[in-house]
């Protein structure tokens, strides 16, 4: 019984670290964000730094997950938990990156962004990075419904790239002068997209985890 209760402890510690992590890397997408658009050298030299932290994070999860498989003896639903886990540090590290990926962008781009463009870039951080954080919340809650919503979403997000890449062509198209800011941008906006990928990979981790059913085949 007590072995039971301290796994049982041991595996509310795990779902505290991936919450801890999720908001690091929430935290700093909506930062990276905030560098590139205020032109703010110091802030993304502290997301680029910080990514180091989020690779720490990802390490220890990964030592826990470990010591959960190799010291306790997990039943089909514990495992299906620490597998999800480990999947999931995976796209929550990834989007870290992403965020570095942009602050390093950041450090490039010198001239303010047209309005009508950064509020569309602005539009979509904040779905992306929407998606990853509640493609959390679905894991710590339990929610599948969440889960199957912030996948949703993704079409959003997409939506929003096609879009503004359409805008950053005709700006290409009519200031020539403009076109390594406007690849940068591209390049902002295909991270940005890749953060929605990374959470609809979450997500559907989290209905393996609740359903033991990923991606219409039974696993566990």
């Not at 998606?131 to 979403?153: F, P, Q, R």
């Not at 062509?169 to 941008?185: C, F, H, L, V």
């Amino acid at each position: 019984m007590n072995n039971r209760k301290n796994f049982d402890m041991e595996l509310e510690e795990l779902s505290e670290s991936l919450v801890r992590m999720g908001a690091q890397v929430t935290d700093a997408i909506d930062r990276a964000m905030q560098a590139l658009f205020t032109r703010d050298r110091e802030l993304a030299h502290e997301v680029i730094k910080g990514d180091n932290l989020i690779d720490e994070e990802e390490r220890s999860i990964e030592q826990q997950c470990l010591h959960l498989l190799l010291r306790q003896q997990p039943v089909a639903r514990d495992l299906r938990v620490i597998s999800t886990a480990i999947k999931m540090i995976t796209d929550i590290e990834r989007i870290g990156d992403h965020a570095a990926d942009i602050s390093e962008i950041s450090l490039h781009i010198e001239r303010a962004a047209p309005p009508e463009l950064e509020k569309n870039i602005m539009d979509m951080a904040k779905a992306a990075c929407g998606m990853a954080s509640n493609a959390i919340k679905a894991y710590v809650n339990e929610d599948l419904e969440l889960a199957a919503e912030t996948c949703l979403v993704d079409d959003v997000v997409d939506g929003y790239f096609v879009k503004i890449r359409e805008m950053l062509a005709t700006r290409m198209g009519n200031e020539p002068g403009q076109m390594e800011e406007a690849i940068d941008y591209l390049m902002v906006i295909k991270y940005l997209e890749r953060v929605g990928d990374h959470a609809e990979n979450i997500c559907e981790w989290v209905e393996f985890y609740l359903t033991g059913i990923h991606k219409n085949e039974k696993i566990l």
